[in-house]
């Protein structure tokens, strides 16, 4: 029994006698990070961004692009802003009346719709991510209509 207690106090002292000689080189990698993140902050632009979001509604069992829609994407997609867009988010939906099969169609056609539009504009391919969601159950007319959508998330980017 006093050969363990020996051998325990033994390889405490040790890791004890480690961990204090490994504190001595600590000084030294707070010099190195300070350096190095000056000579960064002298190279770097940065970036400052801000989402925004808005929806595209579509009728009932259609994946048409209305006038309203239309004007509504060109409200929010001004051609200033087009340069800026770092990414665009596609969260395609509906509301689960009628058939599932139809439904989930529906959900990739209008986002399909609205990435066809995002193109003419002149947004990239790499720029765009979908997001399909499952048709889901409105409990009112007000609720379903909205549940009929392709949201639009983007992020702006400009320098500071």
């Known amino acids: 029994m006093l050969w363990i207690s020996l051998m325990l106090v033994g390889t405490g002292l040790l890791l004890v006698w480690f961990w204090k000689k490994s504190t001595k080189n600590i000084n030294i990698v707070p010099f190195v990070?300070?350096?190095?993140?000056?000579?960064l902050e002298k190279n770097t632009t940065v970036m400052e961004s801000s989402s925004l979001e808005f929806a595209i509604l579509f009728g009932a069992g259609t994946s048409?692009?209305?006038k309203q829609s239309l004007d509504r994407l060109r409200k929010n997609l001004d051609p200033s802003l087009l340069s800026q867009i770092g990414y665009i988010t596609?969260?395609?939906s509906a509301d689960a009346?009628?058939?599932?099969t139809t439904n989930r169609r529906l959900v990739k056609e209008?986002?399909?719709v609205v990435e066809r539009y995002l193109f003419l504009l002149g947004i990239p391919k790499e720029k765009i991510r979908k997001i399909f969601l499952e048709p889901s159950?409105?409990?009112s007319p007000e609720e379903r209509r909205l549940l009929r959508s392709v949201r639009i998330?983007?992020?702006i980017e400009t320098l500071k």
């Open 64 to 66: 048409e692009l209305e």
């Open 137 to 139: 159950f409105g409990r």
């Open 90 to 92: 596609l969260i395609g």
């Open 97 to 100: 009346s009628g058939h599932l």
């Open 33 to 39: 990070r300070k350096s190095f993140t000056q000579d």
């Open 110 to 112: 209008r986002i399909s």
């Open 153 to 155: 998330q983007y992020k």
